[in-house]
T-cell receptor
Framework: DAGVIQSPRHEVTEMGQEVTLRCKPI?????LFWYRQTMMRGLELLIY????????DSGMPEDRFSAKMPNASFSTLKIQPSEPRDSAVYFC???????????FGPGTRLTVL | SQELEQSPQSLIVQEGKNLTINCTSS?????LYWYKQKYGEGLIFLMM?????EEKSHEKITAKLDEKKQQSSLHITASQPSHAGIYLC????????????FGAGTTVTVRA
């Protein structure tokens, strides 16, 4: 398996623009997680899905953030409108079952100017 | 995450020397995960501990979870340049879901 795939790897955008980050989990994994990593706050869980259903989105910072998982092999994290404070590395991870280790993608480095 | 305290924040070690990183919580840890991250890359899973007193080893890396399940240590024996990176501990804090809280990370530099 190719592992968790994220795109794009780097994104530079201007404040106010819409940003969409994409993730393809490992085939057969039932859990998908979106994290954000910054120097100030470290690695934070934003939202996670089980069998394509959002289970906990309490980490989503504000209504500008939304995440979807239309099928078992694809998820998106959207920021609209983007702000400079959204600049961070966004990771997607997947796991096979509860308690199993999470496999992380390479991340998307987002810069909002 | 303030729920998990990692120490030290960073360390520099001479190649061939040993090093230890600690991860501490005031709450019981129901699953403790160690990851390694290189700058600009994703997290690589190292080991998972679940039982009090559990110890696991892989190559030159050993991780332990104390009996009370509130502290874990990661020990690297005879460090090599390949061990350089950021080590993060993540834990299931027992909230009846699958959320992991992560420590701030420990940056390891290995000097030749």
């Amino acid at each position: 398996d190719a592992g968790v795939i994220q795109s794009p790897r780097h994104e530079v955008t201007e404040m106010g623009q819409e940003v969409t980050l994409r993730c393809k989990p490992i085939s057969g994994h039932d859990y998908l997680f979106w994290y954000r990593q910054t120097m100030m706050r470290g690695l934070e869980l934003l939202i996670y899905f089980n069998n394509n259903v959002p289970i906990d989105d309490s980490g989503m910072p504000e209504d500008r953030f939304s995440a979807k998982m239309p099928n078992a092999s694809f998820s998106t994290l959207k920021i609209q409108p983007s702000e400079p404070r959204d600049s961070a590395v966004y990771f997607c991870a997947s796991a096979g079952w509860v308690g199993n280790e999470q496999f992380f993608g390479p991340g998307t480095r987002l810069t909002v100017l | 995450s303030q729920e998990l305290e990692q120490s030290p924040q960073s360390l520099i070690v001479q190649e061939g020397k040993n090093l230890t990183i600690n991860c501490t919580s005031s709450k019981t840890l129901y699953g403790l995960y160690w990851y390694k991250q290189k700058y600009g890359e994703g997290l690589i899973f190292l080991m998972m501990l679940q039982k009090g007193g559990e110890e696991k080893s892989h190559e030159k890396i050993t991780a332990k979870l104390d009996e009370k399940k509130q502290q874990s240590s990661l020990h690297i024996t005879a460090s090599q340049p390949s061990h350089a990176g950021i080590y993060l501990c993540g834990a299931d804090m027992g909230s009846n879901d699958y959320k992991l809280s992560f420590g701030a990370g420990t940056t390891v530099t290995v000097r030749a």
